[in-house]
Structures are given as structure tokens and as C-alpha cells.
């Protein structure tokens, strides 16, 4: 006998994040509208012989305001900046977890762990000895002991998962979260991504490369759509959203945001670099088809807009196949020419922004815009916020390699 599956629809009610804007949901989305910039010289390392000099590091961030101190003792930078948006999230959706059962809480976040402490370890065995190594280098690096940690720290028992499809993962983890709450296996998710990829070895490695920008001043290194645009900025931080079934939040009588209407994803399958134009497509195309959303129906694309001269063209090109003539009555911008790229972490910040910008009816900038590129001619909003009314907001997430996911989120009636 087949079984009829009752798919739950699933909506978002809470929003935290810690970004290059600033410490909260509501400072970063502030910082967005404002077209303020969150780019500046590399302080976390001596970065003097490296060809990168600007990033969008998070300021004035103090791990101890959002966890005891054995908690930050344990932890990386980057899982703090979970930690902290967790707590802001469940705070900004009123779930107070001493009311919850636990076993239907879970916690997924896209991210890379901490790649640099694992450089340091490995450097100290070789200086020292296998046996000086931390006692705690696993649970500090480990991808799994992010959302292990931020699980630990809340008290969630649900779905707990660590993600990485690179810079498609923030998205991703919505996106997987959004099918573990339509099948009913939690009642709530926490979902989002975490990175703190302002270090040695992603800077290092990535400007080797050739993807990161390599413009010393702030105002020009991260330029999407741009005709001189050379490559994007490293940005880090956290955003987590609260997503829960439709059912459940209105059981808890808390105020609903927006929905999360649907997910689609492709591969490339194509270059480990370069993009492949047709293949995104697909993913946004599936994920309207998913949300049951038509074409005429999107009001805003929040773009991966990454500031490379690939991959800007491939979204461009993208968009034009899916949206037709229509893709240049389409507001497109990129949070990325403000934050830089979070990585891991990308597709949850602008996927909050997204939320944002559908509960405010103000579509962020796409700043340091001069020069039009006539392969990228679609409406990028440029430099300054624009007021209109959006119900239906595309998000995109491209990842180096391939891997792409596309959200829809649409205004809750």
C-alpha cells in the first residue's frame, strides 16, 4: 500500500547574525540598507608579505556576552560566532528551550570549521612532539563540533548536522532543514552557516587562486557586476535563522516572518572553478517549480554576485534563461559588495537579508558600482536601497565547484 506523505509548510520566525555590519540581525540589516561597506585592512593576522590587504572582518566581537567562559575556552571563532547567533535567534523567535522537548530541536550549520588551528597543530607536533598537541584541537576544528557546540550550548536534541558544499552551504542548510521539517522529523530547526575564514591559509590559498580581490582600496575590492570588477572579498561571521513547521509555530502562537516556499539544487558537473551558466539555472528553475511559484511571481533576486569575472556573468546569463525579457524588470543585488563572502556561511546571511527585505519592503544596494559590464546588464540596484513592495524574494548560492542551490522565500499572509 503506498503511504501519502503530508508535507508540512514550513515558515521562519526568528533571525540572528554576526557580521562584518554588525552584532545583531537588525545592525547588519541596518548596515545593508545603508549601503555602508564592512571592508577594511586585514588585523586578525600580520598579513604585511600576503598580495590580499582588505577583508570585512567582524568588529568588537566578545564571545563571553553570549557563553560561559569554559564554553569560549573550548570553542573557535568561528563556532562562537554560532553560538551568539543562536542565542539571538531563538531570542528573536521567543522559543525558550526549557519549554521545548528537546529531541524535537535540531540544529543544521553549513561551515568549514577552523582550517588555520589544524595548520598550528600540525606545526606543534612537528616543533614539539605528538604529545603537545591540544587536547581540544578536534572539538575547536572539526566542521561537526560547530553545530555539536552550539547544540551543547542550547540544549537541542533534534536533527544535528554539519554541512559543506562551499559557498552553496549556507543555503543548503536551509534548504535541508526546510525537508527535515516538511517530513516531520522536528518541530523547529535552527539553520544557517558560520565562517571565519579571515586566517593565513584561506586568504593564502584563495588569493592563489586568483578569486580574491587584490585592490587595496576598500571602496573598489569588491565590485559585483562591475566591468573592472578582480575578484571577491573574504568576509566571516554567522547568521542562523529559527525555521519550524507552520503547525507548530502557530501552536506557540509566535509571529511568523516569512516562508520558506522551496529549495532547488544542480551540479555543474562541469570545471572545479568556472561555472556553468545553464546548470544554475536549473536550481532556480527547480526551486520556483518546488515553491509553486511562476516567473511573473518574483519580485527580488538577492544574487550570489560574488565579484568575479566568471561568476558574475554565469548569474547573469542564468537569469536571463530562466526569467526571459522579464530578468531585466527584476531587481538583482548583491549583499556581497557590503559583507564580502562569508563562504560557508554566504547563503544564510543573504538569505536573512532576503527575509529582510521582503518584511521591510527595502531591497539593498549593490555598492562600489561604477562601470557597467554589457555582459551584466540587468537592473543590480546600484548604490543606493530602492522602497518597493517584494512578496516573493529568489535567493542564489553558487559554489566553487559546482555545487548550487537556490532558495525561495515568500511573504507569510
Not at 541596518?30 to 561597506?37: A, C, E, F, V, Y
Not at 600576503?50 to 563556532?79: G, H, I, Q
Not at 614539539?128 to 536534541?157: C, F, H, N
Not at 527585505?357 to 540596484?381: A, F, K, Q, S
Amino acid at each position: 500500500m503506498r503511504r501519502t506523505l503530508n508535507l508540512h509548510r514550513v515558515v521562519i520566525t526568528g533571525l540572528g547574525a554576526i557580521t562584518p555590519l554588525g552584532l545583531s540581525a537588525e545592525e547588519h540589516w541596518q548596515g545593508l540598507i545603508n549601503g555602508r561597506s564592512g571592508f577594511g585592512p586585514i588585523t586578525l593576522f600580520d598579513a604585511s608579505n600576503y598580495p590580499v590587504s582588505v577583508v570585512a572582518e567582524v568588529k568588537n566581537f566578545n564571545p563571553e556576552k553570549y557563553m560561559p567562559l569554559k564554553r569560549v575556552d573550548r570553542t573557535s571563532r568561528c563556532t562562537q560566532f554560532a553560538i551568539a547567533a543562536a542565542k539571538m535567534a531563538l531570542e528573536s523567535a521567543r522559543l525558550d528551550m526549557s519549554r521545548e522537548k528537546p529531541e524535537k530541536v535540531g540544529v543544521i550549520i553549513a561551515t568549514s570549521g577552523t582550517m588555520d588551528k589544524i595548520a598550528d597543530e600540525g606545526e606543534l607536533i612537528k616543533k614539539r612532539g605528538p604529545m603537545r598537541v591540544d587536547p581540544l584541537a578536534i572539538t575547536k576544528t572539526a566542521p561537526s563540533m560547530v553545530t555539536a557546540q552550539v547544540a551543547l550550548e542550547i540544549g537541542a536534541k533534534g536533527p544535528n548536522t554539519s554541512l559543506n558544499s562551499a559557498c552553496a552551504s549556507g543555503s543548503d542548510a536551509l534548504g535541508i532543514a526546510l525537508n527535515h521539517l516538511r517530513l516531520g522529523h522536528a518541530d523547529v530547526i535552527l539553520a544557517g552557516g558560520a565562517e571565519a575564514n579571515v586566517n593565513p591559509i584561506s586568504i593564502a590559498s584563495t588569493a592563489r587562486v586568483g578569486a580574491l580581490s587584490r585592490e587595496p582600496d576598500p571602496n573598489k575590492a569588491s565590485r559585483p557586476f562591475d566591468l573592472n570588477r578582480d575578484g571577491f572579498v573574504f568576509g566571516e561571521g554567522a547568521a542562523l535563522l529559527v525555521l519550524e513547521t507552520l503547525e507548530y509555530a502557530r501552536k506557540r502562537n509566535t509571529p511568523i516572518i516569512a516562508e520558506l516556499a522551496g529549495a532547488g539544487w544542480s551540479f555543474d558537473a562541469y570545471n572545479e572553478t568556472a561555472p556553468d551558466a545553464e546548470t544554475e539555472a536549473i536550481a532556480m528553475s527547480m526551486a520556483l517549480q518546488e515553491a509553486g511559484v511562476t516567473t511573473e511571481e518574483i519580485d527580488h533576486i538577492n544574487a550570489h554576485g560574488t565579484s568575479t569575472q566568471l561568476n558574475d556573468i554565469a548569474e547573469t546569463k542564468a537569469i536571463k534563461m530562466v526569467f526571459g525579457e522579464r530578468a531585466y524588470k527584476i531587481p538583482v543585488s548583491s549583499n556581497k559588495s557590503m559583507i564580502g563572502h562569508l563562504a560557508c556561511a554566504a547563503g544564510s546571511v543573504e538569505a536573512l537579508a532576503a527575509v529582510m527585505t521582503i518584511r521591510d519592503g527595502i531591497i539593498p544596494p549593490t555598492i562600489h558600482y561604477e562601470t557597467p559590464d554589457p555582459e551584466c546588464d540587468l537592473d543590480y540596484v546600484p548604490n543606493k536601497a530602492r522602497r518597493q513592495p517584494v512578496n516573493i524574494c529568489l535567493s542564489n548560492s553558487f559554489g566553487m565547484g559546482g555545487q548550487n542551490c537556490s532558495l525561495i522565500i515568500r511573504r507569510f499572509p
